[in-house]
């Protein structure tokens, strides 16, 4: 069992942009700092985990709503088979 171990997320203040760190225990959690708008999927879902967050700087207190979305796109015609 991995004891202490996250990874942060940075969310950027929605007021200021000032990124605030947000620490998620879900995915692999190796230390990772992530951009909000890089994290992999499965860190993200525990992103709200200290949330409400508090801009340091303006003193907006903000959370991450998150969205789940699909698309199916087309890659390419395979080959016929022989
Ligand atoms: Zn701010």
Do not use: W
């Amino acid at each position: 069992m991995k004891m202490g171990v996250y990874d942060t997320i940075l969310v950027p203040c929605p007021t200021c942009g000032e990124k605030e760190e947000a620490q998620s225990k879900s995915g692999d959690c190796l230390l990772r700092t992530f951009e909000l708008d890089k994290c992999p999927i499965d860190v993200l879902p525990d992103v709200n985990r200290h949330a409400p967050f508090t801009c340091n700087k303006c003193r907006t207190v903000f959370e991450v709503k998150l969205f789940t979305s699909y698309e199916v796109v087309k890659i390419k015609n395979a080959k016929n088979k022989n």
